[in-house]
């Protein structure tokens, strides 16, 4: 690893969430010297559309210097760098839209990343990521591989599995948008905050925000606001009314449970029947996404290419790219900043099970994530919910190495979301016909 010129590749290059960790990227490149992007992809015209956008970016922010390449092959891609920003997107938003409607013919929860949706998308998924990590192990081994794939938990239990020694950190950005929408929409300065927080992936809560500033724990008084009424969408979703949802439904969780603040996601497990009934099963947010983000990123390229005059990138890329870059630089400068990361929970939650992956804060440097221990058990009600969904998790993951039926079925049955055994293996049946190719072989 070098500590000037980097050389920085993104797997998933094509991703519309490219242009955002690039412009963070060179908005810090005095703490990150990035002299080298190279976006790796297997969509040769997603890819070459986000070379335009990105040298476009190069060009108008006067960043001559920095080099840019775009490449379908990974041993080009990953021969050489320094860090590996992984947002690959396994099936496409084709697929994503089958692990939302498939579940919801069936009266189940479609999602991303949450119910038998995020399950059918982690068994396309972990395949995906293990053939980047496999690369980068092969062309450069030393390199930091900072993860945003999801299903987050998924993956890093299965990454683990297989590349022990992997130079990796899996990181979401669900809570630093909770905080950056709370304080923007209560008057805070996020900056201030010291988090703690304890869960898996998109199924966690807070314990208490201590706000350095006011010295104070500003959790119960920002619980208050929640309940008395629900916080509004950032700029960084604008418009978007299924965000608005989301935040609607994170202070109805809290009418049932106020004692403490959880991530919104917990919304399908505690409510999956208003969802389901909410949700319109012939367009669900893959279809918003395909209608908006990404062709939002194609008319864009297409006015680069055509030279169209005007305002071209038209993005508020919110706290994505800034909080990879944070991690990035905090290793680089081991300046030990405090991340949410997705990790082995190796006693950090004492009553929780050595090997579960947990979502928890962690000081981040140039030997990697160095968790911060909880010093006190959970309560029964997370413990319950979180064991549960643990159990599933690995029971998924057991199912995508074995190449096991059962084991899936019983990871799908365990799924919190799920009420049947009945339902469980109808809705398997038919996803393991939708993905075809993408999944493992089940016996
Ligand atoms: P997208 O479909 O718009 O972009 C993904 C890109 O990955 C596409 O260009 C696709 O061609 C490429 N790709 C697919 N399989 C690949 C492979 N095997 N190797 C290389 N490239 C491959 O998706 P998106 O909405 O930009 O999301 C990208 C990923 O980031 C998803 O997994 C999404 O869930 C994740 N994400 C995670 C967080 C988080 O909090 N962890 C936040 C946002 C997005
Ligand atoms: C948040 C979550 C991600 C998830 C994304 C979905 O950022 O933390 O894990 O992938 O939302 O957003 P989308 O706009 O694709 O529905
Ligand atoms: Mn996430």
Known sequence: MKFTDLHVAIAGGGSTYTPGIVQAMLHNSDRFPVSKI????????????????????????????????ATLDPEEAFTGCDFVFSQIRVGGMEMREKDEKIPLSHGLVGQETCGVGGFSYGLRSIKGLLGVVGYVQEYSPDAWILNYTNPETLIAEAIRRQFPNAH??????????????????????????????????????????YD???????????IEKLRKAPMKIASFNKGDQSWQDAWNKLSKILDYFPDYLPNNYLEYYFFPDIVVEETDSNHTRANMVMDGRLKNTKEMATKIRNKAEGEVLD???????????DMATSILNDSHERFML?????GAIPNLRQDAVVEIP????????????????????????MEAQNAAEKLLVDGYFEGSYQKVLEAFTLNQTVPSADKAKEVLDDLIIANKGYWPELH
């Open 38 to 69: 190279t976006l790796y992809d297997i969509d040769e015209e997603r890819n070459e559309d986000m070379k335009l956008i990105v040298k476009y970016m190069l060009e108008n922010d006067g960043y001559d210097n920095v080099e840019l390449n």
């Open 212 to 222: 350095k500033s006011l010295q104070r724990d500003v959790m119960p008084e920002l």
């Open 362 to 385: 962690t000081y981040v440097g140039r030997l990697g994530a160095e968790p911060i221990s909880m010093r006190h058990p959970i309560n029964d009600f997370h413990k319950g919910l």
């Open 342 to 346: 997705i990790q082995p929970n190796m």
């Open 315 to 325: 993005f508020d890329f919110g706290e994505h790219g800034q909080y990879i870059v």
């Open 168 to 209: 990796m950190l899996n990181a979401c950005d669900m809570t630093i948008s909770i905080e950056e929408t709370m304080a923007r929409n209560f008057g805070y300065d996020r900056k201030n905050w010291i988090a703690q927080y304890y869960g898996l992936n998109h199924f966690g809560w807070y314990t208490s925000i």
